[in-house]
């Protein structure tokens, strides 16, 4: 029942604050063609991101996690002219579809998909003259959210801002028996080093469930 009226509202907002148009509803489509699971972000969370990428004034931004690319071109979206995006991805199949959307989002100049496991590509980017970015969004594989917090960290200035999703869990990141969750509870314990940032974390309700996105700025 209450998962019901956490979708209604949902939708609610998504049609109120027009946060879908008809080039996100294709990467949908396109995404669900292709067989990928639905999980990336909902319209309202994209939102989020754009809006975060904008109030951090952010030029450079990483993401770890594309799947289709909805994230990634939410957060696209809000980049200034110069700006980039670079988003790592496991998945050959995702990364494929993933540029695709891109392409057709018309944002290919400016987002880049680089392919591969995240803990084996994070440390190329400083080859290919990456010093820092200006927001990283962690949206991969939970168990590894540890080391890409520590890669987020050497990829930072002060000011950067870190934003984790699925740090809640449904409430599982309290259960001593799941993995994931005590994934995020290392993950928090990096987090709560307020020399290093400063963090909260905001719990969500909505299509996607019961979970929760972390926030920090670098200190
Ligand atoms: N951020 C996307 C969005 O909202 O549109 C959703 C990302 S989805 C939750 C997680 C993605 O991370 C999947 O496409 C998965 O293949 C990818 N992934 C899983 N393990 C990974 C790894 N070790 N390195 C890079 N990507 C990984």
């Not at 018309?106 to 400083?126: C, F, N, R, Y």
């Not at 950067?160 to 409430?171: E, F, H, K, L």
């Amino acid at each position: 029942m209450k998962e019901k009226l956490w979708n209604d509202v949902d939708d609610y907002f998504t049609e109120k604050l027009h946060n879908s148009d008809p080039v996100m509803e294709a990467v949908h489509q396109n995404n669900f063609d292709a067989g990928l699971p639905g999980i990336d972000v909902s319209p309202n969370q994209g939102k989020f991101l754009k809006l975060m990428v904008k109030l951090a004034n952010a030029k450079n931004v990483l993401e770890i996690g594309t799947l289709g690319g909805y994230s990634s071109i939410w957060m696209g979206r809000a980049l200034p002219d110069d700006g980039r995006l670079v988003t790592l991805e496991y998945k050959n199949a995702h990364a494929i579809v993933a540029r695709e959307n891109i392409e057709n989002a018309g944002l290919s100049d400016k987002i880049e998909v680089i392919e591969g496991a995240a803990i084996d590509t994070l440390p190329m980017l400083k080859s290919q003259g990456w010093t820092h970015f200006d927001l990283i969004f962690i949206d991969a594989d939970k168990p590894s959210y540890p080391h890409y917090f520590k890669w987020a960290l050497e990829y930072s200035r002060p000011g950067t801002v870190i934003i984790a999703d699925n740090v809640v869990r449904g409430g599982r990141v309290l259960d001593p028996e799941d993995p994931n969750g005590k994934a995020m509870r290392d993950f928090m314990d990096l987090m709560a080093d307020d020399t290093l940032i400063d963090g909260t974390v905001m719990q969500t309700v909505g299509s996607k469930g019961y979970d929760g996105f972390a926030i920090g700025i670098v200190k």
